[in-house]
């Protein structure tokens, strides 16, 4: 069995109002989005800050890419990212005062790190867990092993998880959070190294145009925000099968390409029931997203994970990003 890239999260294109349509969350006004690793990142500074991603599904491995930087003073056994069954804690990472991390089964610690973090500094933690009663994990701090081991990891009566949280720090000492990947699924663990995470916006009009837009001549421009201004820009249809699709700023990039998520901030206006596909084009075709999103009636994010090119069936390049389409279709 494989895990499965289920969410990213560049921070680039985001505000503390518009978090809710992405992440369940509980900030407080001390949530920001400052400059970061890579683009942008999410700075909280209390305990009480904080964000829950559902997961599609019960996973009993687990692989966790983030960024961190710790800026004023470490906090006291500091929850980083925690996995919950259905809102109980199964397993977590922390920090403790002196800069060591932990993994803990429930709140009970595991085992601690002989190194330590600097204050003022990023670092790429890898989060990886299986979780059962014979369970293990390994925990990769820039790519050097921190944690490694085995026990009982599952706090519940189910070896699983289905929820991912941050935690804001305690006692007001702000942590920084960028570059952010969750895979998972079943079997065996592996690594990805350090990744960045990067948000592309639309920069151009593309090959598809049937979506009836707001106001003036080009699609793009409407929709290139890089926070999302709901009903002020946006493009819109009645009309099933309709599709309009935009090109995306290049990355700039080069390397490896672990996968693309697509996102469309989107609702419905009147009674009755909508339906809508993200649409990537690629070599000149047009691939809808295999899930229906049904809108409601107030601004969400509608997501889609693709870790190869529909095309190819292969990884994707650099150079395919940089020449693709995304896009939205009307289904119903």
Known sequence: MALNLLFLDSFDHVVVGDMAEKWGVSFTTTATFPAGRTGN????????????????????????????????????????????????????????????????????????????????????????????????????????????????????????????????????????????YVRAGSGALDFWGDCKVIALLPNANGTNSGWTRSAGADDYALLDEVTPNDDTDYISSATATQKTTVNLAASGLTGTVKGIQTLLSAKKNDAGGRTINNVLRTYATDYDDATQHYLGNSYLYHMTIRETNPNTALAWTTAEIDALEAGVKLVA
Request: aromatic share 10%; glycine share 10%; charged share 10%.
């Open 41 to 180: 990142c999410l700075r909280m500074a209390n305990l009480n800050n904080g964000c829950t991603k559902t997961l599609p599904g019960n996973y009993a491995s687990f692989q966790i890419g983030i960024a961190v930087m710790f800026e004023t003073a470490f906090s006291s056994a500091q929850p980083i990212a925690i996995l919950w069954d259905s809102g109980t804690l199964q397993c977590d990472i922390r920090i403790n005062t002196a800069g060591n991390l932990l993994i803990t089964r429930g709140g009970t610690t595991l085992e601690t790190s002989t190194s330590t973090f600097s204050l003022g500094a990023w670092y790429y933690i890898e989060f990886g867990v299986i979780i059962d009663n014979a369970g293990s994990w390994t925990v990769k701090v820039n790519g050097d092993n921190w944690l490694n081991g085995s026990d009982d990891t599952q706090a519940t009566a189910n070896a699983y998880a289905n929820q991912f949280r941050l935690f804001g720090n305690v006692g007001g000492n702000p942590i920084n959070i960028d570059d952010l």
